[in-house]
Antibody, heavy 122, light 112 residues
Framework: QVRLLQSGAEVKEPGSSVRVSCKVS????????ISWVRRAPGQGLEWMGGVNPVFGTATYAQRFQGRVAITADKSTTTAYMELNSLTSEDTAVYYC???????????????WGQGTLVTVSS | DIVMTQTPLSLSVTPGQPASISCKSSERLLQSDGKTHLHWYLEKAGQPPQLLIYEVSNRFPGVPDRFSGSGSGTDFTLKISRVEADDAGIYYC?????????FGQGTKVEIK
């Protein structure tokens, strides 16, 4: 059974950085793309970016470009999301989500981590 | 970027009654392989989102058959034939045809 286990809640000061991890177990991290999606208070789900572990390449939403880095370590089957220059608007629950193979389809976000609350406050 | 628009944004439903959510995309979501990259997710309170329906009308394993999806082109619908208390939460449609993947604003479903 595939499980995505995220690191714990963080409290950060404005201007700092946060790194959230997502440990994948029960499956082969190397094959499936992993994305990071966040949910700010009162807002909807927002895709931040994703990484293809096969090629090690990451793609980012334009609004986070230059401020976020998403990586995957195949040796530890762990993905990471680092967000820099934090402001109060980055206070949100951050989820990792992995695609899933169903018959001939690769469906996005079939597996989700439990979420990591990041609070940005001085 | 593709924009997804859901209506209504909130819904209050009596258990046993049907519910319907509409989702419109700013571009057609049909890929050349014949698949339409429109999916539905449910976010329950305190839980991560869960996949309900993929590629318009395919229920994810374990999803009750009271959930159904339909549509084509740019117009899609999620229907719940008989709402149960456990169906409360925020429902999102999402397109994955093009990067960036885009969610609708979400429809909050409240059970009376």
């Amino acid at each position: 059974q595939v499980r995505l286990l995220q690191s714990g809640a963080e409290v950060k000061e404005p201007g700092s950085s946060v790194r959230v991890s997502c440990k994948v177990s029960g499956d082969n991290l190397s094959i499936f793309a992993i994305s990071w999606v966040r949910r700010a208070p009162g807002q909807g789900l927002e895709w931040m970016g994703g990484v293809n572990p096969v090629f090690g390449t990451a793609t980012y939403a334009q609004r986070f470009q230059g401020r976020v880095a998403i990586t995957a370590d195949k040796s530890t089957t762990t993905a990471y999301m680092e967000l820099n220059s934090l402001t109060s608007e980055d206070t949100a629950v951050y989820y990792c989500a992995r695609e899933i193979a169903i018959e001939t389809s690769m469906v996005p976000f079939g597996h989700w981590g439990q979420g990591t609350l990041v609070t940005v406050s001085s | 970027d593709i924009v997804m628009t859901q209506t209504p944004l909130s819904l209050s439903v009596t258990p046993g009654q049907p519910a319907s959510i509409s989702c419109k995309s700013s571009e057609r979501l049909l890929q050349s392989d014949g698949k339409t990259h429109l999916h539905w997710y449910l976010e329950k309170a305190g839980q991560p989102p869960q996949l309900l329906i993929y590629e318009v009308s395919n229920r994810f394993p374990g999803v009750p058959d009271r959930f159904s999806g339909s549509g084509s082109g740019t117009d899609f619908t999620l229907k719940i034939s008989r709402v149960e208390a456990d169906d409360a939460g925020i429902y999102y449609c999402m397109q994955s045809l093009k990067i960036p993947p885009a969610f609708g604003q979400g429809t909050k479903v409240e059970i009376k």
